[in-house]
């Protein structure tokens, strides 16, 4: 396997991971009861399973995503970040039943053409030894 499709495979897991992981910071963010008082009851009050997996998959994300960039050049790695767009607006629509309108699928939509073709066009990605 080449170093790029190594470095695509493992931000496509970090990809997943940062889309599942916002998805469900979000449903536990909802899910929070009303937290007044301190500092330290608000963060209490919005400790559940959703925001605690959610925050732990994205710091998996950010492990990948630096890893990779150990790996490949900025410029290849950080548009494959933006598929995110697109599996978090599914996720947001089917998962946590969210509408989404024409206006956003189409901006999704653009972005994901802009990510396919940055891909497309990497010639290039730095070797680690």
């Excluded at 925050?55 to 998996?60: A, H, R, V």
């Amino acid at each position: 396997m080449s170093e790029k499709a190594k470095v695509l495979v493992i931000m496509l897991f970090a990809v997943v991971s940062v889309s599942v992981g916002e998805t469900l910071l979000a449903k536990g963010m909802k899910a929070s009861t009303s937290v007044t008082g301190s500092i330290w009851v608000q963060f209490l009050g919005v400790l559940n399973r959703y925001t605690l997996t959610g925050s732990m998959l994205m710091m998996f994300f950010f492990w990948l995503y630096a890893y990779s960039l150990r790996r490949s050049d900025l410029s290849f790695v950080l548009p494959i970040t933006a598929i995110s767009y697109l599996l978090g607006t599914l996720l947001a629509k089917y998962y946590l039943g969210e509408t989404v309108t024409a206006t956003r699928w189409l901006g999704v939509a653009i972005i994901t053409v802009g990510v396919v073709v940055v891909g497309l066009g990497e010639s290039s990605v730095t070797k680690i030894p």
